[in-house]
């Protein structure tokens, strides 16, 4: 089993940043991807990020060249770095980790971000 634990939201007004970090343990030996989500109310979970194992990064048009992923491999951590946070940005954000693209995602618990007008 893999586990996941994000941290790192909060309340902030728009224009703003917030980090957030998702900590990896378990059975994460042959884990290959890592991406961020994201839930608002009302709305279906929107995939938002992945990194790869490679390095290789990808993201939803709604979040490019405002949000940055990366992962620090000695400390089995994935952090989403999010500037000029907007208002449509406010969601529970969760961690998913899989083998490989299209497998199983093992999620976090997810963390609240709420970014103020």
């Known amino acids: 089993q893999v586990q996941l634990v994000e941290s790192g939201g909060g309340l902030v007004q728009a224009g703003g940043s917030l980090r957030l970090s998702c900590v990896a343990s378990?059975?994460?030996?042959?884990?290959?991807?890592m991406g961020w989500y994201r839930q608002a109310p009302g709305n279906q979970r929107e995939w938002v990020a992945r990194?790869?194992?490679?390095?290789?990064?990808n993201y939803a048009d709604s979040v490019k060249g405002r949000f940055t992923i990366s992962r620090d491999n000695a400390k089995n951590t994935v952090y989403l770095q999010m500037n000029s946070l907007k208002p449509e940005d406010t969601a529970v954000y969760y961690c998913?980790?899989?083998?490989?693209?299209?497998?199983?995602?093992?999620w976090g618990q997810g963390t609240q971000v709420t970014v103020s007008s």
């Open positions: 998913g980790a899989q083998v490989v693209l299209g497998s199983k995602i093992y």
């Open positions: 378990g059975s994460i030996f042959n884990i290959n991807v």
């Open positions: 990194i790869l194992s490679g390095g290789s990064t």
